[in-house]
C-alpha cells in the first residue's frame, strides 16, 4: 500500500502534535501512542567522552570538522542510579551527587531544551526532540535528526555548558584512531580492509585538524 493511501486511511500519523517540552508541573491528556512508558532521564557528559563530527561551517558550502561531547544517560528511576522516592515523586539528589562527583556535568532541560514527552501507554516516553516518532500502517517508527543534535552539543560548548576536550584526551582519541589503521594495513589482501584503512586515514586527518583548530581558537571553534 502506498503512503499515499496511508495518509487516505488515517494510518500514517505523526505523533509531534501531542508532544510537549519537558516541564515539572504535569498536564492531562486524552491520546496516548501505542508505546510502552518509560522513565524520565538527563543527559550526562564526562570530560572523556568526544567524537568527531561534522557540522556547517558559517556560510562555507563545506562542513567543518569538529570533536563534539558524547552523552551518557542519566536514567531518573527509583531504585536504580541512587534514585529512591516514587515514580511519580523521585528524589534524584543523591544520583545528582554521584554523577557530578565522577566528573560528569548534568545538562539541565530547563535550561537547555532537548526533551520531549508522550502521553504512551503506563505513563510518559520520555524521548530527545531529534527523535520522531510516527505511526506507519500501525506499526511505530523512529528516526533521529543527526544535523540538529550535533548543532545542539556544539551549542553546549559554545555557551559554556561544556568546556572544550582536553589536549590530551584528543591524543589519546587519536592513538585509537591509528591503532584502526594499523590494523587494517596489516591485511594488505583483502581489497575492504584497504578501503577501510584509506578511510580511516581520512578521519585520522581530520581529527588532528580538529584538534590543531582547539588548540588555536578554544570555545570560539564552536562558535558559528
Not at 584502526?180 to 581530520?206: F, Y
Request: proline share 6%; aromatic share 8%; hydrophobic share 35%.
Amino acid at each position: 500500500m502506498s503512503l499515499f493511501n496511508l495518509q487516505a486511511l488515517g494510518l500514517n500519523m505523526s505523533y509531534d502534535n501531542i508532544s510537549q517540552p519537558w516541564q515539572a508541573s504535569k498536564t492531562s491528556v486524552t491520546k496516548r501512542i501505542p508505546k510502552q512508558a518509560n522513565a524520565t532521564w538527563r543527559y550526562i557528559h564526562h570530560p572523556t567522552s568526544w567524537s568527531l563530527e561534522y557540522v556547517q561551517d558559517g556560510k562555507k558550502k563545506d562542513k567543518k570538522p569538529i570533536w563534539l561531547p558524547k552523552f551518557s544517560r542519566l536514567v531518573l528511576k527509583p531504585g536504580v542510579n541512587g534514585v529512591s522516592g516514587t515514580q511519580d515523586n523521585p528524589d534524584t539528589r543523591l544520583a545528582r551527587l554521584q554523577v557530578t562527583d565522577n566528573g560528569c556535568t548534568i545538562i539541565d532541560p530547563e535550561r537547555y531544551d532537548y526533551l520531549r514527552v508522550y502521553p504512551a501507554i503506563g505513563g510518559e516516553l520520555t524521548l530527545s526532540k531529534w527523535t520522531k516518532i510516527e505511526n506507519l500502517g500501525g506499526r511505530i517508527f523512529m528516526s533521529g535528526d543527526d544535523a540538529g543534535f550535533a548543532e545542539f552539543r556544539r551549542e553546549l560548548v559554545a555557551d559554556g555548558a561544556i568546556k572544550p576536550p582536553h589536549e590530551q584526551i584528543l591524543a589519546g582519541l587519536m592513538m585509537k584512531q591509528q591503532e584502526i589503521i594499523t590494523m587494517h594495513s596489516s591485511k594488505p589482501h583483502i581489497p575492504q580492509a584497504m578501503k577501510d584503512q584509506t578511510a580511516a586515514e581520512k578521519k585520522l586527518a581530520d581529527m588532528q585538524k580538529a584538534t590543531e583548530a582547539v588548540k588555536k581558537d578554544g570555545i570560539k571553534y564552536y562558535e558559528s
